[in-house]
């Protein structure tokens, strides 16, 4: 059975005057990116919000085998990717030129031509980065350019990853305290994060503001037709009419979903009104009759 598209005509992007944001993506694996081509992220690019280009790592080879890695001085597991095709892919980013075949070659050094302006953000993947979450996301949504370095094999040489740091605004990124193969999965996880807060990328931009981390709670449960379903009724309350009644019914569920899941959120707020209190009071009761 196929899935229903997830987007609705409300969430459908408005056109653009012209794209607010350039994304390069460098990758070994450059068809791993394609899912962006698909849903919101593509028609964004379409609608001419977002420019998105994908790079592949080995056209800024120029050996026989197109060799991105070697072994790691100091011994140990595993390949270390090379700094040369790296700071060659990222330097051709920084010029804004054509592809790699348009004349580019290994001992040019073209950094010193680049377009003035400001830095673009280079985000190398990696789980010894920053953890990245919701205000990552949002302050990367302001920038004009964004840079993602997709690692494999055991990462990038480190000196190629310093040299950057001169170029570019440069963001270690981790998306989580696990490792994964290579960094298109992870590029792909923030991009889409990123870019579905892009006005005009999300056509009804209501859609975001009582998400799951928008406000630093989780969101409420969500229903949808029928009001009856396998003997499972819809609370009674989003049935009412009542918006100020729902209203606060949501909120409660976050506090309460956010309580039980994710404490350590509810710590960092230091925003609640006093009926957020009294219903985490009420809660905090609740699960203590029940343990008892
Ligand atoms: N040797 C590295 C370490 O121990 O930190 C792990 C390398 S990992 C096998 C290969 C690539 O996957 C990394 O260079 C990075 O691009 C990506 N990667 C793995 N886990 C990641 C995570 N949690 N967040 C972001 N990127 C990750």
Redesign the pocket.
Known sequence: MSEPSPMTDNDTPTEAAGPQMSIDVVSIFPEYLAGLQLSLIGKAVDRGHLRLDVHDLRDFTFDRHNTVDDSPYGGGAGMVMKAEPWALALEHILTGRGSAEDGDSPDRGLVDGAAAGPRPTLIV?????QVFDQRIAEDLAGRDHLVFA???????DQRVIDWAGEHFDLLP????D??????EV?SMVMIEAVSRLIPGVIGNPESLTEESHEDGLLEYPIYTKPSTWRGREVPEILLSGNHAAIARWRRDRRLERTAEVRPDLLEKLNDLNKDDLAALERFESERSTVTE
């Open positions: 993947p990696s789980p010894a980065g997709c690692g494999r094999y055991e990462g990038i990124m981790s998306i989580g696990y490792v994964l193969n290579g960094g992870a």
